[in-house]
């Protein structure tokens, strides 16, 4: 019976994954925060996070449903996905990445230089990220040149 109830748990992650693949980005972003909640009623309730929820695939519905947020153009809810995603998973370089844009595009070069730094430590070779390393450093040091 304690095996059946695991995976119900599990059941809204896929379906998750699914929407977000087509695009159903609402559905998504329903299954996923479902899936969250389920994982921190586990953990609350002391079964632990091994029980019912691994920490890759929190990590996973974190950083999708803060994606989700992103398209939305929720910049600093997607950011609080995003930083929950690694506070669960701090291996998983995708939600520094995720992270890094939106501080990028909203002028924090220094976070975002933190964010792209942790990717290419964690994966050296993560291409999107060297890029927007290096176009941090430039508009940084644009900025500064111009003193703004």
Not at 109 to 118: G, I, R
């Amino acid at each position: 019976m304690e095996g059946q109830q695991g995976k119900a748990s599990q059941a809204p992650l896929p379906l998750a994954h699914a929407h977000f693949q087509k695009g159903a980005y609402a559905e998504a972003e329903a299954l996923y925060s479902s899936y969250i909640c389920q994982c921190g009623r586990a953990d609350s309730e002391g079964a632990g996070l091994g029980s019912k929820c691994s920490p890759e695939e929190l990590a996973t519905a974190y950083n999708n449903r803060g994606q989700i947020k992103y398209f939305r153009v929720d910049f600093y809810e997607a950011m609080d996905d995003y930083t929950s995603a690694i506070e669960v998973q701090p291996s998983f370089e995708v939600p520094y990445y995720n992270r890094g844009l939106i501080l990028y595009r909203l002028g924090y070069f220094d976070e975002a230089l933190e964010d792209f730094k942790k990717v290419l430590d964690l994966n050296p070779g993560f291409q999107d990220a060297a890029l927007s390393l290096k176009q941090t450093i430039l508009d940084k040091e644009e900025k500064q040149r111009r003193n703004y």
